[in-house]
């Protein structure tokens, strides 16, 4: 599976806001709270980009993509099928991004990030309606419940993030009583998705 495996922490840097890539250690140390509040790279810190309309949306693309841990490619083709289907472009793109299996373990609560929650899957950690599935980027639909394997439910860091994440279920995912459950009540709409882009500049950047 093809990922990023750079350091994080210059992709907000580049983006100039905070992305949560390390969840809830980037409110304890990040090089954007007074530090290093530039770009990297050798030049960072001197240079200053005119900000063009081309530039806001390439940034804007960038941001989600580094949000959700996906790769260029893999991203168009999802802009792709968003595209084709029926209904607003951008909210569909941001739907189908939702509805990523490590994005679902992600909101559950189980992991502090999306990549520890990819990493959850990866390893088998993580079952749909019943069956194992190891695929990060399998999309779930309505209906679907996802839970965590029983030998995972002890482990100490899904206990861990499950007893001081500070994280809000999101309306359109509903939990079991125990809290390594939860089911897929329908797609999100677009306000109650509470990533912070603009997805109308993703599809105009796609648009031309």
């Known amino acids: 599976m093809a990922r990023y495996t750079g350091p994080v922490c210059r992709l907000c840097r580049r983006e100039k806001v ?3 890539l390390k969840g809830e250690k980037c409110d304890k140390a990040c090089p954007m709270d007074g ?16 900000g063009s309309e081309y530039l806001g949306q390439l940034r804007e693309k960038q941001k989600a993509r580094r949000i959700y841990g996906i790769l260029e490619k893999q991203f168009v083709n999802i802009y792709s099928e968003a595209n084709r ?3 607003i472009t951008g909210e569909n793109l941001l739907r189908m991004l939702e509805m990523r ?6 909101r559950a609560g189980w992991a502090s990030s999306r990549s520890q929650a990819r990493q959850f ?16 980027s399998y999309r779930l639909k309505k209906g679907d419940v996802v839970s965590l394997v029983g030998k995972t439910r002890e482990n100490i860091q899904v206990r861990t993030n499950r007893d001081t994440l ?6 359109w995912l509903e939990a079991d009583g125990t809290g390594f459950e939860v089911k897929v009540l329908n797609p999100p709409l677009r306000d109650q998705i509470d990533t912070q882009v603009r997805e109308q500049l993703i599809v105009e950047l796609y648009s031309k």
């Open 166 to 171: 500070a994280r809000r279920l999101p309306a």
């Open 85 to 87: 289907s029926s209904g």
């Open 101 to 106: 299996l490590d994005n679902v373990t992600f």
């Open 18 to 20: 905070k992305l949560y």
């Open 121 to 136: 899957v990866n390893h088998g950690h993580v079952l749909v309606n019943g069956k194992r599935v190891d695929i990060p």
């Open 35 to 50: 530090k290093k509040p530039y770009p990297p790279g050798e030049h960072g810190k001197d240079r200053q980009r005119q």
